[in-house]
């Protein structure tokens, strides 16, 4: 079956970097586009970008542009997202999800990152 | 930037006919898809393409699109359907570019 394992939770202080981990298992890993979705306390879920396993091409919300990157490793079937200058307001949930036709399907189980100084 | 658009909440009693719409002016040329986030837990999807429902989920949740509104259609709304529930489509002038709703509070009781 598929599944998207994201790594633990993060404390970072404002300013520093981030990097999320997920593995997906249980599919082609080239085959789907990976997306990157949080959701900020009290807030709703939010669109971040997504990346294309095979090519490792990228499309950013307008938002997280210059700020966000996306990559993967297709040896470990493993996409990766790093967010830098990060604010107060970057603490939330980060969920990775598999495409499902031109939307998104399969969802990771979340990781926090908590933005304190 | 494009711009879903869902009402902040609906309320129903049990067995109730519960209605989520989701407004945006590239919905005639791109799909509309729906997710449930139970609190605590990660969405899952409900509707996919406008009107297909994936495996596992119950017959009583359906979808449907006309012109520029989406619709999530709970018929006989059970009180483990309380939930948030989003919209999700992409921007009729990028390819990948995707965007939800603001989410919609559905309370059962």
């Known amino acids: 079956q598929v599944q998207l394992v994201q790594s633990g939770a993060e404390v970072k202080k404002p300013g520093a970097s981030v990097k999320v981990s997920c593995k997906a298992s249980g599919y082609t890993f080239t085959t789907y586009y990976i997306h990157w979705v949080r959701r900020a306390p009290g807030q709703g879920l939010e669109w971040m970008g997504i990346?294309?396993?095979?090519?490792?091409?990228?499309t950013y919300a307008q938002k997280f542009q210059g700020r966000v990157t996306m990559t993967r490793d297709t040896s470990t079937s493993t996409v990766l997202l790093e967010l830098s200058s990060l604010r107060h307001e970057d603490t939330a949930v980060y969920y990775c999800?598999?495409?499902?036709?031109?939307?998104?399907?399969?969802w990771g189980q979340g990781t926090l990152v908590t933005v304190s100084s | 930037s494009y711009e879903l658009t869902q009402p902040p909440s609906v309320s129903v009693s049990p067995g109730q006919t519960a209605r989520i719409t989701c407004s945006g002016d590239a919905l005639p040329k791109k799909y509309a898809f729906w997710y449930q986030q139970r609190a605590g837990q990660a969405p899952v999807l409900v509707i996919y393409?406008?009107?297909k429902r994936p495996p596992g989920i119950p017959e009583r949740f359906s979808g449907s699109s006309s012109g520029t509104m989406a619709t999530l259609t709970i018929s006989g709304a059970q009180v483990e359907d309380e939930a948030d529930y989003y919209c999700?489509?992409?921007?009729?002038?990028?390819?990948?570019?995707?965007?939800f709703g603001g989410g919609t509070k559905l309370t059962v009781l």
């Open positions: 999700y489509s992409r921007d009729s002038s990028g390819d990948h570019e995707g965007v």
């Open positions: 990346i294309n396993p095979s090519s490792g091409s990228t």
């Open positions: 999800a598999r495409g499902y036709g031109s939307g998104v399907g399969y």
């Open positions: 393409e406008d009107s």
